[in-house]
């Protein structure tokens, strides 16, 4: 049970974490009416017992998401390199601390972050604008995915978000196969947050980011660029149009990026 966080009568319980839902009862078009609304609470993220950064974050699938920061942040090279992930309670949210030994840990990529993190933004707290844009040296290799693979995920990522389901609000993350099907899914109010958890899961799941492609029901920013390609994923596809620096990025960094539209899928030229 998630101390803290009041009572859990009328809200859903989350998986890894506390509750990720609570009723909230309203009228619509004139009917008595309960929707689920998610849940917004701190995540303190910790290297060794030590804040590193706080994040406004769906309570559910926290170690993934601990992992999965750590990962796509540049923190660790690689999850191994992770040796323990512990979620626990905190105030109003929870604390995800990662024991990491000192010799595994990329100094240079270790932020200050002053403030939290909003569930919208992925830079709040960096007090460098240096820092802002970190890619990777290294060239991706995009692997090749067909328009058709493409609307097969899209049409069925809905069946993949069960809070969504519920709260019409998260965001989610997949993880598909070159074909076009999802083999795991995350959600969070926060689309960084989302990809964050999806990357975690994948790497304590010891799945390969080489043949596949993300998928995410967001707009495509440069910092989801950012993180892809960071820990080697080569394929990015959202429901909204990339930025244009997202899109710069990505061809430097040789990854594929496709957008949904009314006529159909685009994938852009570049890669």
Do not use: Y
Not at 59 to 78: K, M, N, T
Not at 148 to 175: C, G, I, Y
Not at 223 to 252: D, H, N, R, Y
């Amino acid at each position: 049970m998630a101390e803290g966080l009041g009572s859990t009568r009328g809200r859903k319980q989350a998986r890894g974490g506390g509750v990720n839902s609570v009723a909230a009862q309203g009228t619509l078009n004139g009917v008595s009416t309960i929707w689920q609304l998610p849940e917004e609470v701190p995540v303190a993220i910790m290297i060794n017992s030590t804040s590193h950064a706080v994040m406004m974050a769906t309570p559910a699938d926290l170690q993934d998401f601990g992992v999965g920061f750590a990962l796509s942040e540049g923190l660790v090279a690689h999850s191994s390199h992770i040796d323990n992930v512990l979620v626990m309670t905190s105030g109003g949210g929870f604390s995800v601390d990662l024991s990491i030994n000192e010799s595994k840990l990329i100094r240079e990529r270790i932020v200050s972050r002053s403030m939290e993190g909003r569930v919208g933004c992925g830079l709040c707290g960096i007090e460098e604008m240096a820092d802002a844009i970190r890619m990777p040296n290294r060239k991706l290799h995009a692997p090749e995915i067909s328009s058709d693979s493409l609307a097969k995920a899209f049409k069925a990522l809905p069946s993949f978000q069960p809070m969504n389901e519920l709260n019409r609000t998260v965001h989610a993350a997949a993880w598909c196969s070159v074909d076009g099907s999802i083999l795991l899914a995350r959600e969070d109010v926060g689309r960084h947050n989302a990809l964050d958890k999806l990357i975690g899961a994948m790497a304590r799941g010891l799945i390969k980011p080489e043949n596949g492609f993300v998928l995410m029901s967001s707009r495509c920013s440069f910092e989801l660029v950012q993180k892809c390609a960071t820990v080697g994923i080569g394929a990015l596809a959202t429901i909204s149009a990339p930025t244009a620096l997202a899109l710069k990025l990505a061809k430097q960094a040789g990854l594929k990026l496709a957008a949904l539209s009314k006529q159909g899928i685009m994938i852009f030229d570049g890669v």
